[in-house]
């Protein structure tokens, strides 16, 4: 199984591991929070939290696609 950037982007915002680029990770951040995010809202547990909340649903949707 092959990851898009956009599924790489969603596992490192909800496991807070980065996988890809940043700037992918950023772009996701800005989509879901609706606003620009800053590099260095990315270092506060508090927009991470949030982050991972508002990305849960999407990264459950790529674990139920891993073959079984």
């Known amino acids: 199984m092959s990851l898009t950037r956009r599924e790489a982007a969603v596992i490192g915002a909800y496991t807070g591991v980065l996988m890809g680029c940043f700037a992918d990770l950023q772009a996701l ?3 879901v929070m ?7 809202d990315y270092g506060s547990s508090t ?3 949030r ?3 508002k990305v849960r649903d999407q990264f459950l949707a790529i674990c139920d696609e891993v073959e079984r």
Not at 34 to 40: D, P, Q, Y
């Open 29 to 31: 951040g800005d989509e």
């Open 47 to 49: 927009f991470q939290v």
């Open 51 to 53: 982050l991972k909340a």
């Open 34 to 40: 609706g606003r620009t995010t800053w590099t260095h």
